[in-house]
């Protein structure tokens, strides 16, 4: 998958080895390891679970992660820590395990960074669980059923936290980024991996769409320091990726 293996992703390996279960959400970013510490909220109340990772928290939120299906599907779980409601971005894959997890973190409503088949396996089994799912309109039509339709720009409350959905069109018409408000996480789908844009190449993939969405939704709206949480693969920053958008041009994918 693209990313893995390099940059973050092999920090990642290195990190998770050496350290405890319960240290996992270091994993990424040594910044916010040590912001957490400062802050004194370095806290995992929420029990393990196979192979679903805390990646990052702060006082109000959690991230966990973990990977579906034949694809390696990330599948994130954002949680008020409050509340102990959450949202799950992307019902993807093996809906047995993904509904395991979701129920036991409180996960109310879902999330579809887009409808491409391996993004959306398990949405008839959390619908039937009673979660919502939300999907933009060009998307739509891919899911075999959703609740609500997302619209551009606008709040997902999550308990007290609050998911801001950004249109960011090329991959699919109706591919979504979700921004966790007041924290530096960008949830992007298959819109920006490590090393560039998702693939174009698909019906109704658009790759001069593709760069305006990350140039102008992402590369302008958002701070070196913004993590960047793809649909398969590693974590990167927008740091790391902004510096290669004339390249990806150049080279057209
Ligand atoms: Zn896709």
Known sequence: MIGEGSGLGARHSKIQHG???G??????????????????????QTPPMENVA??????????????????????????????????????ANEHERLLTVATSLGVTSVLETHGHWDHIGAVPAVRDAGMDVWVRAEDADLLPSYDHLLEDDAEHRVGDLRLRSLH?????????????????????????????PGATTFDGGDFSRI????????FHRFDDETLLWPGHGAATTVGRERPHLDEWVTRGW
């Not at 990052?56 to 994130?76: C, I, K, M, Q, T």
């Open 19 to 21: 350290r405890t279960t």
């Open 54 to 91: 805390l990646v990052w928290s702060d006082a109000a939120a959690e991230v966990h992660r973990f990977v579906v299906g034949p694809l390696d599907n990330n599948v994130y779980v954002v949680r008020c820590r409050r509340t102990g409601v959450a949202a799950l971005i992307d019902a």
């Open 211 to 218: 760069i305006t969405s990350i140039d102008e939704v992402i």
């Open 168 to 196: 960011t069109p090329g991959h699919t018409p109706g591919s979504a980024c979700f921004s966790l408000v007041d924290t530096p996480l960008l949830f992007t789908g298959d819109t920006l991996f490590p090393g560039g």
């Open 23 to 44: 240290e996992l959400f270091v994993f990424d970013h040594e910044f916010y390891h040590r912001k957490s510490c400062h802050d004194g909220v370095v806290v995992w």
